[in-house]
């Protein structure tokens, strides 16, 4: 039953996320979202929020640091999912679905540069598509006055 609502929750994401889809242009607006914190209604929120941003034209970046990181390994499940909002129909969603979802639209994902020397991962166990993050190239992107940068 627990998969069925993770399911389910996951695919009333999915709908606005694949509906709004071609209103992205070349020249979108660009965030970067920098993600550490371990607590599950934190990762979720930076996540549904992500997920707005990109549904209003938004190309996003996610840096996940820390236990965040452990949102770009596959095969991760959240402890439990996240009740959402009676207004949102989505019932029950988790971080890792949300960015999974967005990743299959196009968001970059990174873990910061020290999580997998510092966690008992290699790059062989993140999600296809995840890369680990250059200081410099990181660097620059946060001193970009044209990228909002977020942190949560």
Not at 27 to 45: F, V, Y
Not at 105 to 110: C, R, Y
């Amino acid at each position: 039953m627990r998969k069925l609502l993770l399911i389910a929750g996951a695919f009333a994401f999915a709908v606005p996320v694949l509906a709004t889809a071609e209103n992205h242009s070349s020249e979108s607006d660009k965030a970067l979202i920098i993600l550490t914190s371990d607590s599950l209604e934190t990762q979720t929120m930076a996540m549904i929020l992500g997920n707005a941003m990109y549904q209003q034209g938004t190309e996003l970046h996610f840096l996940l640091c820390d236990a965040a990181g452990d949102l770009a390994v596959s095969g991760y499940e959240s402890d439990k999912a996240v009740n959402t909002p009676p207004s949102n129909p989505a019932g029950q969603v988790t971080p890792e679905g949300i960015l999974s979802m967005l990743m299959a639209e196009g968001a970059n994902v990174d873990v910061c540069a020290i999580y997998l020397p510092n966690s008992d991962y290699t790059q062989e166990n993140l999600l296809d598509g995840v890369g680990v993050a250059a200081p410099g190239p990181m660097a620059e992107m946060m001193r970009d006055p044209n990228i909002p940068v977020l942190s949560f």
